[in-house]
Structures are given as structure tokens and as C-alpha cells.
């Protein structure tokens, strides 16, 4: 089965939230953006904001197609935090609320989460779960400090954090954050690693038909792959990765992976420009049998001057409120604006078209690009202990289930990231060593 990122156009069952999430980000968005710059405080951590949106608008709010309330959180951190990762505020806005609707990524997996493509694919939506969406504030302030002091952290870079409700209906927790892949380069193979081996295979026999399913430790392990870098680019990605983990440990985070893709300059966007229309994803890390991954349209020309001006206007007017949302007028076109994100050059892990390129073991560049980043970072050790306590009471595997807590868990996934940026030589070195012992 092939999960097909369906349009969220107006005749899919979850139009309605996604508009008013939509309508929430542009408001809260340029609400917040368009104050002017200030010191942090102590409050802006916990800061909480609640709007109402209805049919004929307020003094507060303009009108909306919808009754929903929306909740914005720490707005001053999230918008110090996408300075910080150089996110423009104008492309911000234009990518995820103008223009195209976006696209919803296959079924949920396990953990319940929906996932959400921007338009031009340098967004992701995710819905979480009220713990995580309450792990999310409580860190919040350990994060944001993380994040300045180590601006190219491999951590997932969270943009917002909000919150919709409808009438009748249930409250929406979401996070934007970056998507890892660029949208103007294929990937070619996912890898989803954690360090551990128990579960964490992707059947073999499904990979022939599913070329693009995100791969686990053991396929990896399997195919004796090892990332590429030469002694300066593994170091600062040894050291970057530690440095996050430890962060990590002292949250008392576990569940993360390092999600890696792999773009091989040898294959180029072939399958891409085979394909181009067909965004294929896979939905929930762990569990769904059948994961794909997105598959990026590249950019196939550069906008006009034209395009690039009537691009500013309409966003001047979004920001000005003066023109609703137009999701939906244009659902059947493509978006024509695939490119690079090229505000994510200055960033170490990003700077290669987007990613990581390979280097040989004497420095030359090597064949592939890789996409990094720790990712799912948002499961508390207390969370999964209660949930191990419920599986227990159904099951006598006990060993299996068992969560390990997140200092090893943190080493173990440190030891795996290292053991696989080794080269073959040294593995080769290594095992003749422990021979000889
Ligand atoms: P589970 O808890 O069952 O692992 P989840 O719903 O929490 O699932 P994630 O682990 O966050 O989901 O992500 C699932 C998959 O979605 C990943 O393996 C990856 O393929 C894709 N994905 C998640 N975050 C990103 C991202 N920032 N960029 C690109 N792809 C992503
Ligand atoms: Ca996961
Ligand atoms: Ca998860």
C-alpha cells in the first residue's frame, strides 16, 4: 500500500481543522511579529493567549469561515526561536497559509499524530498528544536556551506551538517545525534510528515495492551502511549530536530518532521528475508497516519577476488582513515554488543543498547528501513508564517492552550515532583488535 499525502482540499474530512489552524498561525503570527522587538521575560515562557474566531469577526479577531477558538503559546519565544533559526517572518506566513493547502500525510501511526506538509514543504504540522504538548512547555525554557547556544543543534527546530478547539468538538495540540527534507532534492533512502535493535526492522520483502519506506536499525545494520564524513565533518557532528543528547538526558526524554535521509548525486531528482506530482509519505515512526517518505517535487524554474512581485503583494495584503485565506481557489494546482530553503544555508548541517554532504576520509566531497536531525523529541520517561505498566498487565514479554530509561537510552543512541559514522577500515581495525584479544 502506498500512502498518497492527500490534498486537504474542501471535501476531506479534516478541511475544517486545517483551515483554522491556518487562520490561527497567520493571525497569532503576524499579531506577534508585528509588535516591536523586546527583551525576553520570565512570563513570555508561559505566556498563553486564547482568541475567538467567528463568522462576523471582532475588535480582537477578523472574521472567520469557522467557530473556533485558538490558543497561542509563548509567542514571544517561538518568534525569538525562528529568528534564531533565520526563518523570514514574511516566508513564514507565505508558506503556510497562503496560497495552497496543505497536504496531509498518509494515516496516523501508532502514536495518534497527523502530520501536515506546508505548501512549498519547508514546514511540518504535527498534532501531539496533551502530554507532549505539556513536555513542550516545560521544557520550553531549557530548549529556547539550547537552541541560542547551539544554533546548529540537530534537534527537531520547533516554530509554534498552538492549540484550536471547536465548538462541540475536541482541542487540537500542534507544533510547527522544520521539515528535515529539502523540497527541491529526492531522497532516495529513510533511515529512522534509535540505537536499539528489538522491534526496529522494516521488513525486507516490503521494500522492493516500497522503495521509499523509512528504514530502521536493523535494515541499516543489515546493509552495512556507514555515514561518510572525514575526520572535521565527523567530529562536528559527533560533538553537536552528544551535546543535544545530553539535553536530552537531562529532560528525561526517550523515544527521539535520528532520522537520516540520503539524496545520492549519482541518481539526481530522476525520480522526481518522473513522479513529480506524487507526494507519498509514511505516517508514524515505529509502527506502520508500510512507511514511505515524502517524496519532494524539486524546483523545475526559477519564479519570474512577475511571479516574485505578485508572490510580495499577495502577502502584503495577507499580513494586512485585507483578503481571506485563499486555501482552497487554487487546490488543483501544484506548487510551482519549490525551492530551496536558502535561508538554512549558515546552518552547519544544512549547508550543503539543504543537508550534510559526505566527505571522503582525505576531505574530498562524496557522493551523497545527507539529511539529519533528531526528531520525535517530545516523550517523557514518566509517560512511557505508565504506558509500559498498562502493556504489562497484558502481556508476560516483559524484557521486550520494558523502556529503558533516558540516560542509557541517551548512551545507547550516542554509541549507535558513533558506531555508524565509522568507516569500514576502522570497524575492520576494531574486530581484528578484538580478535587479538
Ligand atoms: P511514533 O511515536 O510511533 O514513532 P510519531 O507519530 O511520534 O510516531 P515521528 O516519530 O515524529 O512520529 O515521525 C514519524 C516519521 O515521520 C519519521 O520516521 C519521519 O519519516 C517523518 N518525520 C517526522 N518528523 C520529520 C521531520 N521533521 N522532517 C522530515 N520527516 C519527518
Ligand atoms: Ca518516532
Ligand atoms: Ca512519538
Same mark, same amino acid.
Do not use: C
Given at each position: 500500500?502506498? /500512502?498518497?499525502?492527500?490534498?486537504?482540499?474542501?471535501?476531506? /474530512?479534516? @478541511?475544517?481543522?486545517?483551515?483554522?489552524?491556518?487562520?490561527?498561525?497567520?493571525?497569532?503570527?503576524?499579531? *506577534?511579529?508585528?509588535?516591536?522587538?523586546? !527583551?525576553?521575560?520570565?512570563?513570555?515562557?508561559?505566556?498563553?493567549?486564547?482568541?475567538?474566531?467567528?463568522?462576523?469577526?471582532?475588535?480582537?479577531?477578523?472574521?472567520?469561515?469557522?467557530?473556533?477558538?485558538?490558543?497561542?503559546?509563548? #509567542? @514571544?519565544?517561538?518568534?525569538?526561536?525562528?529568528?534564531?533559526?533565520?526563518?523570514?517572518?514574511? !516566508?513564514?506566513?507565505?508558506?503556510?497559509?497562503?496560497?495552497?493547502?496543505?497536504?496531509?500525510?498518509?494515516?496516523?501511526?501508532?502514536?495518534?499524530?497527523?502530520?501536515?506538509?506546508?505548501?512549498?514543504?519547508?514546514?511540518?504540522?504535527?498534532?501531539?498528544?496533551?502530554?507532549?504538548?505539556?513536555?513542550?512547555?516545560?521544557?520550553?525554557?531549557?530548549?529556547?536556551?539550547?537552541?541560542?547556544?547551539? #544554533?546548529?543543534?540537530?534537534?527537531?527546530?520547533?516554530?509554534? %506551538?498552538?492549540?484550536?478547539? /471547536?465548538?462541540?468538538?475536541?482541542?487540537?495540540?500542534?507544533?510547527?517545525?522544520?521539515?528535515?527534507?529539502?523540497?527541491?532534492?529526492?531522497?532516495? $533512502?529513510?533511515?529512522?534510528?534509535?540505537?536499539?535493535?528489538?522491534?526496529?526492522?522494516?521488513?525486507? &520483502?516490503?521494500?522492493?515495492?516500497?522503495?521509499?519506506?523509512?528504514?530502521?536499525?536493523?535494515? @541499516?545494520?543489515?546493509?552495512?551502511?556507514?555515514?561518510?564524513?572525514? +575526520?572535521?565533518?565527523?567530529? *562536528?557532528?559527533?560533538? $553537536?549530536?552528544?551535546? !543535544?543528547?545530553?539535553?536530552? $538526558?537531562? =529532560?528525561?526524554?526517550?523515544?527521539?530518532?535520528?532520522?537520516?535521509?540520503?539524496?545520492? %548525486?549519482?541518481?539526481?531528482?530522476?525520480?522526481? =521528475?518522473?513522479?513529480?506530482?506524487?507526494?507519498?509519505? $509514511? #505516517?508514524?515512526?515505529?509502527?506502520?508497516?508500510?512507511?514511505?517518505?515524502?517524496?519532494?517535487?524539486?524546483?523545475?524554474?526559477?519564479?519570474?519577476?512577475?511571479?516574485?512581485?505578485?508572490?510580495?503583494? &499577495?502577502?502584503?495584503?495577507?499580513?494586512?488582513?485585507?483578503? #481571506?485565506?485563499?486555501?482552497?481557489?487554487?487546490?488543483?494546482?501544484?506548487?510551482?515554488?519549490?525551492?530551496?530553503?536558502?535561508?538554512?544555508?549558515?546552518?552547519?548541517?544544512?549547508?550543503?543543498?539543504?543537508?550534510?554532504?559526505?566527505?571522503?576520509? !582525505?576531505?574530498?566531497?562524496?557522493?551523497?547528501?545527507?539529511?539529519?536531525?533528531?526528531?520525535?523529541?517530545?516523550?517523557?520517561?514518566?509517560?512511557?513508564?505508565?504506558?509500559?505498566?498498562? @502493556?504489562?498487565?497484558?502481556?508476560?514479554?516483559?524484557?521486550?517492552?520494558?523502556?529503558? +530509561?533516558?540516560?542509557?537510552?541517551?548512551?545507547?543512541?550516542?554509541?549507535?550515532?558513533?558506531?555508524?559514522?565509522?568507516?569500514?577500515?576502522?570497524?575492520?581495525?576494531?574486530?581484528?583488535? &578484538?580478535?587479538?584479544?
Amino acid at each position: 500500500r502506498v /500512502v498518497v499525502g492527500t490534498k486537504v482540499d474542501q471535501n476531506h /474530512v479534516n @478541511w475544517v481543522t486545517a483551515y483554522n489552524m491556518l487562520t490561527g498561525i497567520r493571525f497569532t503570527v503576524s499579531r *506577534t511579529n508585528a509588535k516591536l522587538d523586546r !527583551d525576553l521575560t520570565e512570563a513570555d515562557f508561559t505566556a498563553r493567549h486564547k482568541f475567538s474566531f467567528d463568522i462576523t469577526g471582532n475588535e480582537l479577531t477578523p472574521s472567520a469561515k469557522y467557530d473556533f477558538k485558538f490558543k497561542d503559546y509563548a #509567542p @514571544w519565544i517561538f518568534r525569538r526561536l525562528r529568528a534564531t533559526f533565520k526563518i523570514d517572518p514574511a !516566508d513564514y506566513l507565505m508558506s503556510l497559509t497562503s496560497k495552497y493547502i496543505l497536504s496531509e500525510l498518509g494515516s496516523p501511526g501508532k502514536s495518534g499524530s497527523f502530520f501536515y506538509f506546508s505548501r512549498d514543504y519547508k514546514y511540518i504540522i504535527k498534532t501531539i498528544h496533551h502530554a507532549e504538548h505539556k513536555l513542550l512547555r516545560k521544557i520550553l525554557k531549557d530548549y529556547y536556551q539550547h537552541v541560542v547556544q547551539n #544554533p546548529n543543534t540537530l534537534l527537531s527546530q520547533f516554530y509554534g %506551538l498552538h492549540r484550536v478547539k /471547536v465548538p462541540y468538538g475536541g482541542k487540537i495540540h500542534f507544533v510547527v517545525m522544520n521539515n528535515l527534507f529539502p523540497p527541491h532534492r529526492d531522497i532516495h $533512502q529513510t533511515f529512522d534510528l534509535k540505537g536499539s535493535t528489538i522491534g526496529r526492522d522494516y521488513k525486507e &520483502e516490503n521494500v522492493v515495492n516500497n522503495p521509499r519506506a523509512t528504514l530502521k536499525d536493523l535494515n @541499516w545494520l543489515r546493509r552495512n551502511y556507514h555515514l561518510e564524513f572525514g +575526520p572535521e565533518k565527523k567530529n *562536528t557532528f559527533l560533538e $553537536q549530536m552528544e551535546q !543535544d543528547v545530553h539535553l536530552l $538526558q537531562k =529532560l528525561k526524554i526517550m523515544d527521539y530518532s535520528m532520522l537520516v535521509g540520503i539524496h545520492d %548525486l549519482g541518481k539526481g531528482n530522476q525520480e522526481n =521528475l518522473r513522479d513529480k506530482t506524487l507526494r507519498v509519505f $509514511q #505516517p508514524g515512526g515505529d509502527t506502520s508497516p508500510d512507511d514511505i517518505l515524502p517524496s519532494n517535487p524539486i524546483l523545475t524554474r526559477t519564479p519570474s519577476k512577475l511571479e516574485t512581485a505578485r508572490k510580495a503583494h &499577495e502577502l502584503r495584503k495577507i499580513i494586512k488582513h485585507e483578503k #481571506p485565506i485563499p486555501m482552497g481557489e487554487s487546490s488543483t494546482r501544484m506548487p510551482d515554488q519549490m525551492e530551496e530553503n536558502t535561508s538554512k544555508r549558515d546552518f552547519t548541517f544544512y549547508s550543503d543543498d539543504g543537508g550534510f554532504r559526505a566527505t571522503h576520509e !582525505d576531505n574530498t566531497p562524496g557522493e551523497e547528501i545527507y539529511y539529519l536531525g533528531i526528531i520525535d523529541l517530545l516523550t517523557h520517561y514518566g509517560t512511557v513508564k505508565r504506558l509500559e505498566n498498562f @502493556w504489562k498487565g497484558l502481556s508476560h514479554d516483559k524484557q521486550q517492552i520494558s523502556p529503558i +530509561p533516558p540516560v542509557p537510552y541517551g548512551d545507547r543512541f550516542i554509541k549507535f550515532v558513533m558506531d555508524i559514522t565509522k568507516s569500514r577500515e576502522e570497524v575492520r581495525e576494531e574486530v581484528r583488535d &578484538e580478535v587479538r584479544d
